[in-house]
């Protein structure tokens, strides 16, 4: 079945969504029965009454989720069973993925096309690949002389708290549930306030899928109590955050503060689009440039809408992208057609609104775009020519619809100019010569570079930032899963096979 406007739209009209917390295994008001409410940003209405979990809350689901690890219902049990739940619910997300991308279409004001894609081909594939790896994970033996057997094994490393962001409600919290669970940890999700609905129908079918109560916890809420009580448990073992820069520092100082948890993060980004002087500037080129900037209406972390163009051919590229841009259609993110929906809230379009304002006040040409429509919170994409490195626009995370042009000369100021931020998480770099493109990817010192195409790769390769964009720490790959995973030596001394019984 595909989607069209009409059931997109029917589907939505029959959605009951819950807004109840999920704790061991149960849903539930929050204790207190503190709400808040979530609403469609096409629409401006409210959607549902969501329970807002204060620390009692999250103090429940952190027992239930020890009680399960401490039992080892999951975090022990044989690595085949935790791949057939997971295999499982991979199954019943792609089952329900219509419902799920219509749910989470409404919430966030992302197209129902981006997550119908999000959830049905990158949401189950996560929790399939993760389900597979937990059968297929090794631990080592270490080098040792005949009087020792050293084994080096691995172990889930406890309870864990995700926070997350409502770009990708979904995907991101596959992106973390997905390694944790294989891992055999349990887990608290805390989704952003903006978009709880779908993360909170996956605890529904992830019970379905059968994951052993407490494993799995839910905990919607405001970063400001939720967040930074799971930031605060002392019972936590590590949290993993995505969101910006400075919420990321905060969970810095709630571990210091607290048992030193270990924290990963992944934040913001402020990311450039290199086009080098031998690129060809072709339709795949500008394809790629445009939805490099304007994908998701440009809220997502390695937007890359900083693009730095040789300055011979700015002109050219700035009119072909300009008509690109001009091509897509923004509106009602439940009709297949739409490519840009609404921004996720009316605050975060005031947001982008400003920065567009304040690129044409200092200085910068508005080729197209920058408007707004309501109801709801629309903005049509904006190119700017002639940014240069120290506005505002080519300097601050704008996470809209924005794509700014920067003139460049040469590839050693292009390169100068991509390594003139706080951020590292991605780039991408166009170029003919191969050699030129291996010299800049060497060189950029951000998590991903993707060379002649925008790509923010995927499960099996590892995602994070560079500098402010990120901790050490990476999503996706198997590096995800060691995020999640404590290292064990356990060290036999041998006796030699004359003394041995
Ligand atoms: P955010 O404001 O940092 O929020 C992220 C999460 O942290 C939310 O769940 C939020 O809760 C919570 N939070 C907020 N204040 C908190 C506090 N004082 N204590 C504890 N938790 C708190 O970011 P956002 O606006 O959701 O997302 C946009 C940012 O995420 C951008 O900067 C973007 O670059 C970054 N991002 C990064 C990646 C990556 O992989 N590197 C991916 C996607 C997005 P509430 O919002 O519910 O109150
Ligand atoms: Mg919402």
Redesign the pocket.
């Known amino acids: 079945m595909t989607l069209t406007r009409d059931s997109a739209h029917d589907i939505a009209a029959k959605l009951v969504p819950k807004g109840l917390a999920f704790i061991g295994g149960r849903f539930a008001p929050a204790l207190d029965g503190a709400t808040f409410e979530t609403i469609n940003p096409a629409t401006g209405a409210v959607i549902a009454d969501v329970a807002h979990c204060g620390a009692a809350d999250v103090d429940e689901a952190v027992k239930a989720a020890r009680k399960a690890f401490d039992s080892g219902v999951w975090s022990r049990a044989v690595p085949e069973y935790r791949k057939e739940v997971m295999l499982r619910l991979a199954d019943l997300v792609r089952t329900h993925r219509e419902e799920l991308a219509v749910l989470e279409s409404i919430d966030s004001g992302k197209t129902v096309t981006d997550c119908l894609h999000e959830i049905g081909r990158e949401v189950s594939t996560f929790f399939q690949w993760y389900g597979e790896l937990a059968d297929k994970s090794f631990g080592k033996v270490a080098p040792t002389g005949e009087n020792a057997l050293a084994l080096i094994v691995k172990e889930p490393a406890g309870v864990v708290g995700l ?6 409600p979904l995907l ?1 919290a596959a ?1 973390k549930m997905a390694p944790a669970l294989a891992a055999g940890c349990s887990v608290l999700v ?5 978009t709880p609905l779908s993360v909170l129908r996956l605890a529904e079918l992830a019970q379905e899928a059968g994951l052993p109560d407490g494993v799995l916890n839910v905990l919607p ?4 109590t ?3 009580a ?2 605060r448990h002392p019972d936590i073992d590590i949290v993993s ?8 520092g ?2 810095l100082r ?1 571990a210091g503060e607290s048992n030193l948890k270990v924290v990963g ?5 402020k990311s450039p689009f290199i086009i080098l002087d031998d690129a060809e500037i072709n339709d795949d080129l500008i394809e790629h440039a445009a939805m490099s900037a304007f994908w998701n209406g440009g ?4 937007a890359n809408m900083r693009q730095l163009v040789d300055r011979r051919r700015a002109e050219e590229f700035a009119h072909r992208v300009t008509a690109r841009a001009q091509a897509f259609l923004v509106g009602d993110p439940l009709d297949p057609a739409t490519n840009i929906g609404a921004m ?1 809230t009316q605050e ?1 379009q005031t947001r982008v609104l400003g920065y567009i304002a304040r690129g044409a006040a200092e200085g910068a040409r508005l080729l197209t775009g920058g408007g707004a429509s309501s109801p709801g919170y629309f903005i049509q994409p904006a190119v700017f020519a002639d940014m240069t490195p120290t506005m505002s626009i080519a300097r601050e ?1 704008i ?1 809209g619809p924005v794509l700014g042009i920067l003139p460049v000369d040469g590839m050693e100021e292009a390169l100068r100019i991509a390594c003139d931020t706080d951020y590292g ?1 991605h780039a991408t770099v166009f170029a003919r010569d191969i050699d030129r493109a291996i010299h800049m990817a060497r060189r950029l010192p951000c998590g991903t570079v993707s060379v002649n195409g925008f790509s923010e790769g995927y499960v099996k390769t590892p ?3 560079y500098k402010r ?2 901790s050490l720490a990476r ?1 996706n790959g198997t590096e995800a899963m060691d995020q999640y995973l404590q290292t064990k030596t356990i060290w036999f001394t041998t006796a030699p096979p004359s003394v041995a019984r």
Do not use: R
Request: hydrophobic share 35%; net charge negative.
């Open positions: 926070v997350l962001p409502w770009n990708f991101m992106w805390k989704p952003a306030k903006q809420g405001l970063g400001e939720t967040g930074q799971i930031g955050f995505t969101g910006s820069t400075e919420v990321g905060y969970f709630y993060l992944e934040m913001g980004g809220q997502n972390c390695s996720v975060h995370e996470f998480l995602f994070g930032g964009s990120g999503d």
